[in-house]
């Protein structure tokens, strides 16, 4: 027994009855463009505050010792 929605007509969610096949691949392309630029946008942050693998302090005494 599903939700009446709009005039006592049961609401299906998803339906097929106006499917458009363009626009749901537009939609799908549009998707994976943006997940894209989200990958893209976290590795220039990873790069950004990407810090030295040798300790700070490490690298300053070995450069007193030149």
Request: charged share 35%; aromatic share 10%.
């Amino acid at each position: 027994m599903g939700e009446d929605g709009i005039l006592g007509k049961e609401l299906e969610v998803d339906s097929d009855v106006n499917e458009d096949r363009n626009r749901e691949q537009q939609l799908d392309a549009s998707f994976q463009d943006w997940y894209r630029n989200i990958g893209y946008w976290v590795q220039q942050k990873e790069d950004m505050t990407q810090v030295p693998k040798a300790s700070v302090f490490d690298a300053a005494a070995d450069t007193d010792t030149e």
